[in-house]
């Protein structure tokens, strides 16, 4: 059984925030997510391309309803003025793509102090969603979904004592770890809505090996470095599309049969139609969560209390 975005349903009157839509798999989502008749903010960094990509999905789809929020993920106080802007323009939010990210780069910090890649990958993904949280419990439903990787699998998770990989840094360490944050975050915040009974889904999803502006991007921030290189190399010639490998994230946000705790990446790890695959219960996973939670917290200054979600529901 295939899935394509022929699958996806009529989505007018939803609302959808796509973190690093200006390009990629950010891109492709939200010119889907338009296609099919949601309101979609493009949420990213760079304000010329983001303009550029509205022209983008205009151009094939005139009446696209887009707007678009500034949103740079390493600086948590441009995390807290695009969800402020975002809720005071938006009445709901029925759909959350955390995106956005950066893969294999030299160690940089970013504006608060942390390693770039834990800190855009993970803590501003983490600290938009928190700051979103009024926004879901004004929808009858929704769903947050993180972008992962099969690069999880390498990943270590988090450490408390040291998450920014001080003294032990390697790009693909750094960017495995921050994958594994993904991951945990993704399955974490499911067990958190749960518990609390609001009508929001967790849901996961991994791209595969996608041929994207990830790879060049990666490639000249190392000045060419060898599995940079390699890695662009093999998804220029072996990896998906853009479009095709935005599937599993479009599906994990609108197939209706999609549930909360899921993952959704292609059917034969890194490429094919996109599919739900097995979510891993590991030894030492709950404790790994909590321990992200907490790192997390830590560091952003911000607690993800999804009481905030019933609380908007009733107003």
Do not use: C
């Not at 939200?30 to 960094?45: I, K, N, P, Y």
């Not at 996961?204 to 041929?211: D, E, M, Q, V």
């Amino acid at each position: 059984m295939t899935w394509t975005t022929s699958d996806i349903g009529d989505l007018t009157g939803r609302t959808a925030v796509v973190t690093g839509a200006n390009g990629g798999l950010g891109l492709e989502t939200a010119r889907a997510l338009a296609a099919a008749g949601a309101h979609v903010v493009l949420a990213a960094r760079n304000p010329a391309k983001t303009d550029a990509a509205v022209e983008d999905i205009r151009s094939g789809n005139p009446e696209a309803s887009l707007a678009t929020v500034p949103l740079d993920l390493s600086s948590l106080e441009s995390v807290r003025t695009a969800a402020s802007a975002i809720l005071a323009d938006h009445d709901r939010i029925d759909i959350l793509v955390n995106n956005a990210g950066v893969m294999g780069i030299p160690e940089r910090r970013t504006a608060d102090g942390f390693e770039m890649q834990f800190g855009v990958n993970h803590l501003g993904h983490f600290a938009l969603t928190a700051r979103l949280l009024a926004g879901f419990g004004r929808a009858p439903s929704s769903r947050v979904v993180t972008v992962t990787s099969t690069m999880h699998h390498l990943g270590l998770a988090v450490d408390p004592e040291n998450p920014d990989l001080e003294g032990k840094y390697d790009p693909w360490r750094a960017y495995s770890q921050s994958k594994l944050a993904n991951y945990h975050f993704g399955i974490g915040l499911h067990r958190r809505f749960t518990e609390a009974g609001v009508p929001v889904s967790s849901i996961l999803a991994h791209p595969g090996l996608s041929n994207t502006d990830l790879q060049r991007t990666s490639v000249e921030e190392t000045s060419g470095g060898f599995t940079q290189r390699a890695a662009r190399f093999l998804a220029a010639t072996t990896g998906m599309s853009a479009a095709r490998g935005a599937l599993p994230q479009l599906r994990a946000a609108t197939d209706p049969a999609a549930g909360g705790g899921e993952l959704y990446g292609p059917r034969f790890f890194n490429f094919g139609v996109p599919v739900r695959r097995p979510v891993l219960r590991v030894v030492g996973l709950d404790r790994a969560i909590e321990r992200l939670w907490t790192v997390s917290e830590r560091a952003t200054g911000l607690r993800l209390d999804v009481d905030t979600i019933r609380n908007a529901a009733t107003r």
